[in-house]
């Protein structure tokens, strides 16, 4: 195994947890793309997987914005990524009201123009394009989105 | 982002630059807007300058595409999908829904 390739395994010196606050405004969805995009390229992920975790988290803080907030924006969402092993892991977190991903239907990915349902896909996205989420909604307090994806480089 | 539209004989052209996301698509739905109020329904939306589009942009070329095609009066066609979109578009199954075009030039010669 080339030394480079030994380095992606271990946990890599260079990757820094991080956090950080957004307010909860679609205009801010830039930033937080960009954020997420840092981390994942600091993880070590090539183009590709750049791009998925950045429209995966643009989806999450859309939905959190939208449903969470109900798209006022006096509220914040924070955003940590840190690895846990192989994988990066992208926590997001807000104090709106529970949005429940689960009770939202599957969208139908076949059927005609005008049959397509136009809420869900954020969601059927997020699902796609990460290998693990978890949602868990705290009474009064808040949300806590989790994604993970394995690192791919 | 940024919108640049322009005019030809058989159809407008709505060039798309940068990001849509949920700030930006309500702008590029303006954009479809005007042109339909204005009774045109065949456009080209150029997205070689696309560089990132969430299912807020799918969305509004959804919306669009229903009134473009709606009574038979024209259409939505896509030209220069960038490949991470068309990854993206094809996940939610909504490349079927639109005419894809490798350049401007083909995708004009549609109508």
């Known amino acids: ?153 | 982002m940024e919108i640049v539209t322009q005019k030809f004989k058989h159809c407008d052209l709505i060039i798309v630059k940068g990001r849509v996301d949920s700030y930006t698509a309500p702008k590029l739905g303006e954009a479809i807007d005007i042109i339909n109020n204005e009774g045109r329904y065949k456009i080209v939306l150029d997205l070689s300058g696309l560089e990132f589009m969430s299912s807020a942009g799918f969305r509004t070329m959804l919306m669009g595409q229903r009134t473009c095609k709606r009574y038979n009066r024209g259409e939505i066609v896509l030209a220069s999908l960038p490949k991470r979109t068309q990854e993206a578009l094809d996940l939610t199954g909504f490349t079927t829904l639109f005419k894809i075009f490798p350049d401007q030039v083909s995708a004009v010669g549609n109508f």
């Open chain 1, 1 to 153: 195994m080339e030394p480079n390739q030994q380095n992606k395994l271990d946990k890599d010196p260079k990757f820094i947890m991080r956090t950080a606050i957004f307010q909860a405004n679609f205009k801010n969805l830039d930033s937080i793309r960009e954020y997420v995009a840092r981390a994942a390229k600091d993880a070590g992920f090539d183009e590709a997987g750049i791009y998925a975790i950045q429209l995966a988290a643009d989806e999450a803080s859309s939905n959190i914005i939208e449903h969470a907030y109900k798209t006022d924006d006096e509220g914040e969402i924070e955003c940590t990524c840190n690895l846990d092993g192989d994988n990066l892991v992208i926590v997001f977190r807000d104090h709106g009201l529970s949005y429940e991903p689960d009770s939202i239907p599957q969208p139908n990915l076949t059927s005609k123009l005008n049959k397509r349902q136009i809420g869900g896909l954020g969601l059927y996205l997020i699902h796609q394009l990460m290998d693990e989420v978890h949602y868990e909604s705290f009474d009064e307090v808040g949300n806590v989105l989790t994604l993970k994806k394995r690192i791919k480089g």
